[in-house]
């Protein structure tokens, strides 16, 4: 079966090769691995002990970084290095001072998985939340490198659990510990005989907490909403696009927007700018003599989750497609969450929903009712940030439960 996994992924990245002639991203991801054994050799410092931390794109880097601070706490012998498989994490972290060293992961193959090792030689290797590559876990195994999975969410309908999931479930059993985010993750392993797991919850809600804690300000959103109601849209796609410009150019009420969108490209942002009809400013352009304007764009990465401090109404897109974005970083803020309908493999989405701090919408007409309902309800929005704020911290401490369990096992 190995053979076939092989195959299968060698021809992902010739398929990755042929694309990068069309797409950008996927020429950033060629380019990115071009060299790249060589950069490892001239980049790593000898004589150091590390750790290597797997990460699949940005979203596991956040998920994942209440771990690092930690580890850089009470490990502060060994020297973190992240990999990212995607150019956008990349991008975002490779200056990020959290970690000593950021490469792109070499595709996994069994000689890439023994050239790796040879370079990084690692105390440990952690995967965050999923990433599970075949020959880099047996190369870890083989070499009797603990290995570590955390933040993982299984689903009964996950490869691993299906009678032709056999070889992805070995991988599995290789890995030394998975921490997962609930008791039914721990259950549909327990079925399988995979007796290594903790229930230890979801990093990103310590990631949240923390940044809100930060307190960090946005001068430039301070300036913009002038103390107004604001609607805030995250990490939206074209279709959420749709139904919230919709929203804004229908709106009559006093209410500032903004709007960060999942891809910044000047494509992206072009196609987004035409949706509106009432006066928009880009956060890179924005001035004070365009405090006025009714809408702002964020042409930048990095700021969503600062920037939901500042709202009162938020949503989250990606649920017109494979699935929501963070929902936790404006639940963290006791902000009412509004989602399209692809959210049900979320826990903390189900969680939301049952207790009434997240609101599902499938078009514009059900986007403005529930708009209308919430804007200035300040009775419905006070309940609201009560329950999103106990869920949230009924949540935290997953972090303290990896770190304990890796202190015990470490110092045997």
Known sequence: MAIFYFIAVKCYGLFIAVGS?????????????????????????????????????????????????????????????????????????????????????????????????????????????????????????????????????????????????????????????????NQRSLELLYKRSIPHVTVSGDTRFDRVVATRDNNRSLEIVEIFHQNKKVFIAGSTWPADDDIICKLINDCTDDYKFIIAPHEISEAKLSELLQKIKKSVVRYSQFTIDKKECDVMIIDNIGLLSTLYRYGTITYVGGGFGTGIHNILEPAVYGLPVIVAPQYSKFNEALALLKIRGMFVVKNHQTLKTVFDDLKYNFEKLQAIKTANLKYIDQQKGATDIIINYLKLNWEE
């Open 21 to 181: 002639i069309f797409n950008d991203k996927a020429r950033q991801w060629m380019r990115g691995r071009k060299g790249l054994f060589s950069l490892m050799r001239t980049t790593l410092k000898p004589d150091e002990q590390r750790i290597w931390i797997h990460c699949s794109s940005l979203g596991e880097f956040e998920q994942g970084r209440p771990v690092m601070e930690r580890m850089r706490q009470e490990f502060p012998q060994f020297k973190l290095v992240v990999t990212f498989f995607s150019p956008s994490g990349y991008k975002a972290k490779k200056l990020d001072t959290i970690a000593d060293y950021v490469f792109y992961l070499p595709l996994d193959g069994p000689h890439n998985a023994k050239r790796f090792l040879d370079l990084v030689k690692p105390h440990a290797a952690f995967f965050v939340k999923y990433e599970f590559w075949h020959f880099y876990i047996y190369e870890c195994k083989r070499r009797k490198i603990p290995s570590y999975a955390f933040s993982c969410n299984f689903r009964p309908s996950q490869v691993y659990f299906q009678w032709y999931g056999f070889f992805f479930d070995k991988i599995l059993r290789r890995i030394s510990h998975i921490f997962v985010q």
